[in-house]
């Protein structure tokens, strides 16, 4: 196995210990369930002691950024030396991971919890950094020479936590010291030998951290948890590196500074146990509920996928093309508020936490194989306001339906014939496009050609989002609904055009309700239109403008003949019921595949389908099997662009020898407690970016999913 492939496993090795615990299972004794119930609190005590393991591959990021720095006196210029989160295929940019022991102690005075904990990680951050140093006294040499090289091994903090406890959870804040060691590595010309020479130096660091986490007390003596820290390690210092080990007053002199963002699973034990509350019957590990909770709610999920891909065929590549032996890691964390202001009237909010990047930084492939990951991917959690809107029903009379407490859901009464308004910011998959069996990469499948109808260009911003209007209406059996909403204002962008009675998208959806007499089981049926302006270009312009020698390739046509087009498309869903434990789902999307893709992915033509199987036949009831299979094309057109050079939203090799992308997906979702599902996924991809030249590739993930 490729040495870079193995970060994934040490990313996971916390999360495969989870199943060995034996007071996981159900039929297991538990003590706190003995106690009587006045003794039950309603939130975990978690005073005492305890100790841990934590780990992080590809969740963390280090930057030293360089000041002045002098070569024999001669100046070369200041630089930053990047993430280590970027491809790995390039030399000076190396996977990482982090990974060490930690311990603390809790006190606890009613729900609020203080503490102090000290951690030990030993890591491999470091980044070789290459510089231009042509101009600057050293022509000769060449211009990717590498001047620095900055190495850390070892972290260590001290912290002080504050945090609140309900239920199983305990979401903390925390703030304190770290220091880490760094070791600086200068490779220079040495013009009087007309060689180079090499000097060197190690420094101690000291600064600051500010972090938070969540952790959930999977029985009453183990917890998981995930923690952020921000490391400082103080203001930038002046230094000079050596030629031998122990030569502080060598050439070469430099000023550097460090921050880190690190991202960690933790796997903790508490030797005195905890006082947890007892668990309600109901199991709901991606949707629980809790009853009605009057006019309020409040619910949230966090989520993190470790991914791999080992070694394949790769003969060339494009500045988008899929990246042989790397690993990847993206987390998000989500809070669902929703509050009721009248019987009818109901106001949502969806702050979200997001890090990290798939792999090759989301691009290669045109059904991606992280659901999780974002075009808009960040080396450190970035917050967003991903929703927020209004919704406002009409009830039209009739029978009643009572709808539980959950994410982006009051607990209420509707009529169950009725119409329903939206108005703010969503996602139109929220609305559109559902389906029970495959549609949601925190809890089913991963790829997106599997949990969406991948040829649907819906308008969104770079995470997925977009504002707008939706209107429902609502029967028994049947529904149909629609949204008019802002487009981004150009390809790829994070940027939506206000211009809506311009530029916009209209989507309508057409929803049938049924149950199969020979089954006896439900199933639906829905079939979607989409209509969306947008400033993209012509395929066919494009390549015939390149062709004909006017621009040097289709990047450059694209970019200088976008103007607003409308694109054009639709898609058919069904999902079915065979048995109460096994589900079918299919679906199939086109679009006219005459422009650009402005939102989704490069994809026009889409087919796919697969099974979901519950565990109830080896008494695993809220276990889930699922494999499903895809196939996407690209229109004529469309293939002629990237072979002449186009780059998409997803893919570009620079050229194509099209094939059809093909892919298979097969997960297992374990239900480690009603809150915490363990997810095992692998994935094969036949002409990864419709290039015959690359690939096939196969794809290693385990994902952790908890939610409240």
Request: proline share 6%.
């Amino acid at each position: 196995m490729p040495l870079r492939f193995a970060p994934l496993l040490r990313a996971t090795a916390l999360v495969l210990a989870a199943p060995l615990i034996p007071s996981v299972p159900a039929t297991a004794a538990d003590p706190a369930a003995r106690r009587p119930a006045t003794d039950i609190p309603a939130y975990t005590d978690w005073s005492g002691g305890f100790i841990g393991l934590e780990g992080s591959a590809s969740g963390s990021y280090g930057a030293y950024n360089f000041g002045p720095t002098a070569i024999g006196g001669r100046a070369v210029p200041s630089f930053k030396s990047g993430d280590s989160t970027g491809r790995s295929d390039q030399g000076s940019n190396a996977t990482t991971a982090v990974g060490g022991v930690f311990g603390g102690w809790n006190w606890q005075a009613g729900p609020w919890v203080y503490g102090v904990e000290a951690s030990l990680d030993a890591a491999n951050l470091k980044r070789p950094v290459p510089s231009t140093i042509a101009g600057f006294g050293y022509a000769e040499v060449d211009p990717a020479f590498n001047i620095v090289r900055a190495k850390t091994d070892l972290y260590g903090t001290l912290r002080a936590r504050i945090g609140y406890s309900f239920d199983r959870y305990l979401v903390y804040g925390a703030f304190g010291l770290a220091g880490a060691n760094a070791r600086f590595l200068a490779n220079y010309p040495d013009l009087d030998a007309g060689g180079q020479n090499t000097a060197r130096r190690e420094i101690g660091y000291l600064g600051f951290t500010l972090g938070a986490g969540i952790q959930y007390a999977i029985s009453d003596s183990l917890a998981l948890g995930i923690d952020y820290r921000y490391i400082d390690l103080g203001g930038s210092r002046r230094f000079s590196l050596g030629s031998v080990p122990g030569d502080n007053g060598g050439p070469v002199t430099s000023r550097a500074s460090f921050t880190s963002n690190q991202l960690f699973a933790r796997l903790m034990w508490f030797p005195n146990g905890l006082k947890v509350p007892a668990d309600p019957d109901e199991t709901a590990p991606h949707d629980p509920d809790n009853g009605d909770t009057g006019r309020f709610s409040l619910h949230g999920q966090t989520t993190l996928i470790a991914q791999g891909v080992p070694g394949f065929r790769s003969p060339y590549e494009g500045a988008q093309s899929l990246i042989p032996h790397q690993a990847r890691q993206t987390t998000t964390a989500t809070i669902f508020l929703g509050l009721k202001l009248t019987d009818s009237t109901e106001l949502y909010y969806n702050p979200e936490f997001s890090q990290g990047f798939g792999l090759s930084r989301t691009l290669g492939v045109a059904g991606f194989v992280n659901g999780e990951a974002q075009k808009a991917g960040a080396p450190f959690p970035k917050l967003r306001s991903n929703r927020y809107y209004v919704k406002q029903t009409i009830g039209l009379g009739g029978e009643t339906v009572e709808v539980p407490d959950g994410p982006n859901q009051v607990a209420t009464r509707y009529d169950a014939e009725r119409i329903t308004l939206i108005a703010g910011k969503f996602a139109l998959g929220d609305f559109f496009d559902g389906n029970v069996y495959a549609h949601d990469p925190r809890v089913d499948f991963f790829n997106w050609s599997l949990w969406g109808a991948s040829a649907w260009d819906f308008p969104a911003n770079l995470p997925g989002f977009t504002q707008g209007v939706y209107a429902e209406y609502n029967r028994p059996d049947f529904a149909i609904r629609a949204a008019y909403t802002q487009v981004p204002k150009e390809p790829s962008s994070d940027v939506l055009d206000p211009r809506v009675f311009r530029r916009a998208g209209l989507n309508a959806e057409f929803e049938e309700r049924h149950i199969l007499p020979w089954l006896e089981q439900p199933g639906k049926i829905r079939i979607g239109l989409f209509s969306n302006v947008g400033v993209s270009a012509n395929n066919r312009q494009l390549v015939t403008l390149t062709q004909l020698g006017l621009f040097d390739n289709g990047g450059d046509a694209a970019l200088a003949t976008r103007k607003p087009r409308r694109k054009t498309g639709g898609y058919i869903n069904l999902e079915q019921a065979l048995t109460p434990e096994l589900g079918l789902f299919a679906r199939a999307s086109l679009n006219d595949g005459r422009t650009e893709n402005i939102s989704f992915t490069d994809i026009d033509q889409s087919f796919s389908g697969g099974l979901s199987l519950k565990g109830k036949a080896w008494d695993r009831p809220d276990d889930t099997i699922g494999l499903g299979a895809a196939m996407n094309r690209l229109s004529p057109s469309h293939r002629a662009a990237f072979a002449a050079g186009y780059y998409g939203l997803l893919i570009g090799d620079g050229r194509l020898n099209y094939g059809s992308e093909r892919a298979v997906e097969t997960y297992y979702a374990l239900n480690l407690t009603k809150f915490l599902t363990l997810t095992f996924d692998y994935q094969f991809v036949a002409n990864p970016g419709y290039n015959r030249d690359r690939g096939p590739a196969h794809f290693f993930a385990s994902r952790l999913h908890a939610d409240f």
